[in-house]
């Protein structure tokens, strides 16, 4: 996995959560593991995962962009493409018109294949992960954004677009123990404590313990990105007590040294900007 925490996405300061997701789930990899979990078995058996492509964010009009990390794949699924639509919700408020706006993600998606392929469309399987912190109180089927008089519902049904989307609501789950993929343990642990503001020095440690004993290796760029996340998304942390403990650790040292050297060059920026806007106000 290369260095994840550069690049004009990785805008931590202006979005930390938007550009962090974007920084984790844009590797397929990491999305695959996601949603092998999160999926219908059935489906799930089905997706060539090793298949599993990002497509270009201009696949979608950019009149329908939000201000969201919404991500497009595109995978095999039993011999033939699908398109798994990932979008990322971390409103501290839940959207109630969320199936609405996935339709229109979706209608354009399927007018832009159709548009490139022709027919048969291919299934698009919407998916949402909700960061929390409140619970995701409203309905994941679109035919709930109707309220249909009862003896009419029968006869109108027909005529409804019907799809629900699939639902990954952090608020409501422990990912330390729901999650199986131990990289995946820590990032969403991270992306629920932070939304919540409830990281604090147990969460380190729990990163440094797992490192310490899982065969699965993080390379210093995504611990990077990682930590470089929950400094910006709780500017509360005592930076400098978790960066000094972190690098008490083989696994965590490198990376904490880095970030240490790059917050300590942004102080110093900082500090000429500084003298120099008071040197011109003189």
């Given amino acids: 996995m290369s260095d994840i925490s550069s690049g004009p996405d990785f805008d931590l ?25 999160h999926l219908p078995p059935a489906v799930v058996a089905q997706v060539d995962w090793d298949s599993l492509e990002l497509l270009p964010a201009t696949f979608v009009k950019r009149s329908l962009r939000q201000a969201h990390a919404d991500l497009l794949f595109r995978a095999q699924l039993a011999g ?10 971390h409103q501290t408020t839940v959207d109630p018109v969320m199936p609405l706006r996935l339709l229109a993600y979706i209608t354009e998606i399927l007018l832009n294949y159709q548009r490139r392929h022709g027919l048969p469309l291919p299934p698009v399987l919407a998916f949402v992960l909700h960061q929390g912190p409140e619970r995701w109180t409203v309905s994941t089927s679109f035919e709930d954004l109707f309220e249909l008089p009862e003896h009419l519902a029968t006869g109108l049904a027909p005529f409804l677009p019907k799809f629900r989307h699939g639902l990954l609501d952090l608020s409501q789950r422990d990912p330390a123990t729901d999650e199986g993929d131990a990289v995946l343990k820590v990032v969403l642990s991270l992306m629920k404590l932070a939304r919540a503001r409830q990281l604090g ?16 290796q993080m ?29 008490q650790e083989p696994a965590t040292q490198h990376a904490a040294m880095t970030i ?11 500090g000429e900007a500084r003298g120099e806007a008071r040197g011109e106000a003189r």
């Fill in 80 to 89: 033939r493409e699908v398109l798994l639509h990932l979008l990322f919700e």
């Fill in 201 to 216: 020095a147990d969460f380190f440690d729990e990163l440094a313990s797992t490192l310490r004993h899982s065969a699965t």
């Fill in 13 to 37: 300061a202006a979005q930390p959560h938007d550009a962090f997701f974007k920084a984790v789930f844009s590797d397929p990899a990491r999305t695959a593991a996601l949603l092998r979990g």
């Fill in 260 to 270: 240490a050297q790059t917050l300590i060059a942004k102080g110093e920026a900082r």
């Fill in 219 to 247: 390379p210093d760029g995504f611990l990077k990105t990682l930590l470089l996340y929950a400094f910006h998304a709780d500017v509360d942390l005592d930076t400098e007590s978790i960066l000094d403990k972190l690098h």
